[in-house]
């Protein structure tokens, strides 16, 4: 099974129903594949924090919620994080293709690459870094139950060799 | 028109429908005037207004309506064309333009240069109302009424009322508002 399938079938699994975007190369399949699903609504955004508000909302009426984006992302999102799902105590799956990463042919990448780990680290957001499709298969349902139970964010960092 | 008396009246005419309020002194004002389960208000998050009513006008069938402001929208205008693309039917986003940032001491926005009508319209909004704030009745009944999205730009006077800061915790704030939508 490849990374995307993998990732998807965990989707399914944890229920998740409603889903925000920003590609990335690494998550062309896996957005064509949540957008092909009828019973996902998929929402592409123009920035990743407008689609966390977007999320804050849907969780509030009743979905379960994820997004899919690169690390880059992450950056654009801090205070929303912070000001919205950590003070409200919201869920959500946040689906990162985390660029930077080893591997990497872009030098560009590489600071934010970097930064990810610490930036969910001062948010004291948890994540999980599958490093195979077996070990996603295996870890990404336990993150929406982290997520559901604590009422916080849950990062899935997918590193370049991870596809 | 300054904005408080904007919100009473608009907040008037209100029954079942769910409010997402902006932070700062505009959820203040909502909450002074009347505090309400249906009431979602923001106290953090600042441009997301319009975004979080969007993902609550897709998860559910009841009417949201949405007070932004000239400096939220103009921080986050991305928002205007995915809610254009996503078409919710129930979603009715007010933004009340007074020009500045009221709620950290009134510097001045572009919405003094760009009419934010104008920038909704050239998006592809279909249904907009504009109110100019000198309104001697306001008929918002007919905006209520209206099929969404709709985008209301709504001018309102610089400045905030003298109201206390919301005395509610952020998590009971959200918990009373699921249970408003579970209903």
Redesign the interface.
């Known amino acids: 099974m490849d990374g995307s399938q993998a990732v998807y079938n965990t989707l399914k699994q944890s229920e998740i129903n409603f889903v925000v975007s920003l590609p990335c190369v690494n998550l062309d399949k896996l957005m064509k594949m949540v957008e092909a699903d009828e019973d996902i609504i998929h929402v592409p955004v123009t920035r990743e924090e407008e689609g966390f508000g977007i999320c804050a909302g849907a969780f509030m009426g009743g979905k379960k919620p994820a997004i899919l984006m690169q690390n880059s992302g992450l950056g654009n999102s801090v205070n929303a994080l912070a000001s919205l799902f950590e003070l409200y105590k919201l869920p959500i799956l946040m689906i990162i293709s985390h660029r930077g990463t080893d591997g990497e042919f872009m030098s560009a990448q590489i600071p934010m690459g970097n930064a990810t780990p610490k930036v969910l680290d001062a948010l004291q957001i948890p994540y999980l870094n599958p490093k195979t499709p077996d070990e996603a298969l295996k870890l990404i349902p336990k993150a929406w139950n982290i997520a559901e139970t604590n009422g916080t964010p849950v990062g899935i960092l997918l590193s370049i060799k991870f596809w | 028109m300054e904005r408080i008396d904007t919100i009473r009246k608009i907040s008037e005419e209100l029954t079942s429908e769910l409010v997402?309020c902006n932070i700062g002194f505009p959820s203040r004002e909502l909450h002074y005037l009347k505090d309400s389960s249906t009431h979602?208000y923001?106290?953090?998050?600042?441009?997301?207004?319009?975004?979080?009513?969007?993902?609550?006008?897709?998860?559910?069938k009841r009417k949201v309506v949405i007070f932004d402001g000239d400096g939220s929208i103009l921080m986050?205008l991305?928002?205007l064309?995915?809610i254009f693309?996503?078409n919710p039917d129930n979603l009715i986003l007010i933004v009340l333009d007074n020009e500045c940032y009221g709620s950290t001491g009134s510097q001045c926005s572009y919405a003094s240069t760009v009419n934010l009508g104008n920038v909704a319209e050239a998006v592809g909004f279909k249904n907009n109302f504009f109110f100019d704030g000198n309104e001697k009745e306001l008929k918002f009944k007919e905006v209520l009424n209206t099929c969404g999205p709709v985008f209301v730009h709504f001018k309102v006077k610089p400045g905030n009322a003298n109201v206390p800061v919301i005395p509610l915790e952020?998590?009971d704030?959200?918990d009373r508002?699921?249970d408003e939508?579970?209903k």
Do not use: E, W, Y
């Open positions: 997402v979602f923001m106290l953090g998050s600042m441009g997301l207004a319009s975004s979080i009513g969007l993902g609550i006008a897709m998860s559910t986050n991305g928002s064309v995915t693309n996503q952020a998590v704030i959200k508002f699921m939508i579970k």
